[in-house]
């Protein structure tokens, strides 16, 4: 251990990142610009092109700097794991989906492993982040990585730290998040904190145990879904007694202590908060136990673009519009505001929702020109005209971009249901309905 602490501290450590992703990609960008020698692993071979062609394809990247990284020759990518060889520390930052049953699909993670075991060495770091249940670095990749005849916590050291990335967040980025570790003993867990103490300008704080670390992701995403939840079961209920919600957060906000604001929308989105709830009520039925508060803040949330096409066909029905045959025109298809991620985003639902009552649905979004569901991909419009708003019979804001001029939304359009409150600046609010 003490090789690889000194290593590590004078830099001359190499490293790697599996997955070159939302997670990882900045990972290893920001491991190469702390001056260590970092390759970037990942079966996609197009992904494994960009980054050695110095193009990038993250968000929340800076273009520059990954291009000075590869020019200077501090970060590479491959698709060749046999140089894992040549990697002291390697952080596992895979896709952790759901599988068509709504439970865990840890294939990559597990792959990952099983690719790492044929090329280790003594001495070698290990750390999944990707966001998976509590028990997953113990159960699964101990045991997996000990098939390569060494023992962790002696000859390898493992650990678990969440990755903690917010797409589009102008504040914290991967370099200032603080940082939580959990190794499977003490020393995996001071080698691990090491490595992020030398590439992070953020706190470590160590954890007893992987488990507990996983655990505390797990909360951190548990507890936006179930505040979400709440409040746009909540929103359901205003609605129906003609009360705004939107006006009761804001009083809410007034209390300084005691409240956290948090805001209805057509349904969750992103690579965490719609997944992880499930991970944890998968894990929980091994022990007898059911997540009932959980549970029932993910039927509130899954309901919810199902809510938003009622709430539309219903809006087109006071105009005397049937939603069959209407065009409707929806603007964002990202998950969150001011990022070109679609990823688990609920408005492909919404939009399926409403063609499925026979509407004909055109999108907008000015940071996604397209989109991939199921196979098929369905162009977005070009440019938000004024002959766009005027042809549609109800306009759907279900992502609240600040680059749109929402004032022009508003005097160019018949309807308009905002299922984000984003026009709430807007005076004129004669056509504008909210959720």
Known sequence: MNNLKKILLNKTATLGVIGLGYVGLPLAVEKAKAGYKTIGFDIQEAKVKMVNSGKNYIGDVVNEDLEKLVESGLLSATTD??????????CIAVPTPLDKHQQPDISYVRASAESIVPYMHKDMLIVLESTTYPGTTEELLKPILEKSGFKCGEDFYLAFSPE?????NLIYKTKNTPKVVGGITSNCTEVAAIMYENILEAPIYKVSSPAVAEMEKILENTYRNVNIGLVNELAILCNKMRINIWEVIEAAKSKPYGFQAFYPGPGLGGHCIPLDPYYLSWKAREYGFHTSMIESS???????PEYCAERASKILNRYKKAMNGSKILVLGVAYKQDVDDYRESPVIRVIEELEKEGADVAFFDPWISEYRDHGNVKKGETNLTVELLKSADL???????????????QNNSKIVFDTKNVMKKVKNRENIELL
């Open 395 to 409: 306009v759907m804001i279900t992502t609240a971009h600040s680059n749109v001029d929402y004032e022009f939304v």
């Open 298 to 304: 993910m039927m509130v949330n899954d309901r919810m």
């Open 164 to 168: 903690r990335v917010d797409p589009g």
């Open 81 to 90: 794991f046999s140089k894992v060889a040549s990697a002291d520390c390697v």
